[in-house]
C-alpha cells in the first residue's frame, strides 16, 4: 500500500512568488491535513479536507489556501510569499471512522523563501 | 483550545539506556498518537493509543485518559532512536490534532 505522497520535496522561491504544494493521500483516505512545521511555532495545522469540502481550517490568513480533488489529492498554494514563511509543509491522510482518525504523514515540503 | 505539554523537551542518552516520555493534556482527548521524526523530517507514526497500554518491539505507550496523560517508554535506546518525539490529539467532537512542542531525542554511540 502507498503511502502519503507529497511533491515538491524542496523548493526555493523568493518574497511576493506563489507555491502549489501537492499530497496525494493513502488509496481509501477520504481526509487530507495540512500543517505548517517551523522551529518557532511547532506543528500547526493549517486545513483539512474532506470529500472535496473544507471541513476545518486552522489560524492562518488568507494568503494561504487548498483544495481537494475528487480522487481525494489535495493542493495548498502560499500566495505572495513572505520570509516567515519559510517552513516544512506536512500532509496528513486519514480514513476516520469507528471514531478513530490515525494520521499519516508524507515526507514534506520543505519551502524556502529568499 | 487544549494545551499539550510534553517533558522533557531534550533528552541525550548513551545507547543502551531506557528512558520515559510523558505528554499531559489540559482537556481529556481521543485518538492520541505518537510520532517519531526522523532527521530527514518525516514524521512516523509509533502508537495511536487512546487509552491502556500497547507494545511495539523496544517501544511501548501507555495513555490513562482519566488523568489526561500518556508515557511514551523506550528501552535500551538507539542511535537509531535519536529525533524528536511528539504526541498529539484532538479534544471534544474535533478530528483535528493538537500537537506538543515535541522530546528531542539524541542517542549517542
Known amino acids: 500500500k502507498a503511502g502519503v505522497t507529497q511533491t515538491p520535496r524542496y523548493l526555493i522561491k523568493t518574497r511576493g512568488q506563489q507555491v502549489t504544494l501537492s499530497c496525494s493521500p493513502i488509496s481509501g483516505h477520504r481526509s487530507v491535513s495540512w500543517y505548517q512545521q517551523t522551529p518557532g511555532q511547532g506543528l500547526q495545522f493549517l486545513f483539512e479536507y474532506f470529500s472535496e469540502t473544507q471541513r476545518n481550517k486552522g489560524n492562518f490568513p488568507g494568503r494561504f489556501s487548498g483544495r481537494q480533488f475528487s480522487n481525494s489529492r489535495s493542493e495548498m498554494n502560499v500566495s505572495t510569499l513572505e520570509l516567515g514563511d519559510s517552513a516544512l509543509y506536512l500532509c496528513a491522510s486519514s480514513y476516520q471512522g469507528g471514531g478513530a482518525n490515525v494520521l499519516t504523514f508524507g515526507a514534506g515540503s520543505r519551502l524556502t523563501v529568499l | 483550545g487544549i494545551q499539550v505539554e510534553q517533558s522533557p523537551p531534550d533528552l541525550i542518552l548513551q545507547e543502551g539506556a531506557n528512558s520515559t516520555l510523558r505528554c499531559n493534556f489540559s482537556?481529556?482527548?481521543?485518538?492520541l498518537q505518537w510520532f517519531h521524526q526522523n532527521p530527514w523530517g518525516q514524521l512516523i507514526n509509533l502508537f495511536y493509543i487512546p487509552s491502556g497500554t500497547k507494545q511495539n518491539g523496544r517501544l511501548s505507550a501507555t495513555t490513562v485518559a482519566t488523568e489526561r496523560y500518556s508515557l511514551l517508554y523506550i528501552s535500551s535506546s538507539q542511535t537509531t532512536d535519536s529525533g524528536v518525539y511528539f504526541c498529539a490529539g484532538p479534544s471534544g467532537g474535533s478530528y483535528i490534532p493538537t500537537f506538543g512542542r515535541g522530546t528531542s531525542l539524541i542517542v549517542h554511540p
Open positions: 482537556d481529556s482527548v481521543n485518538n
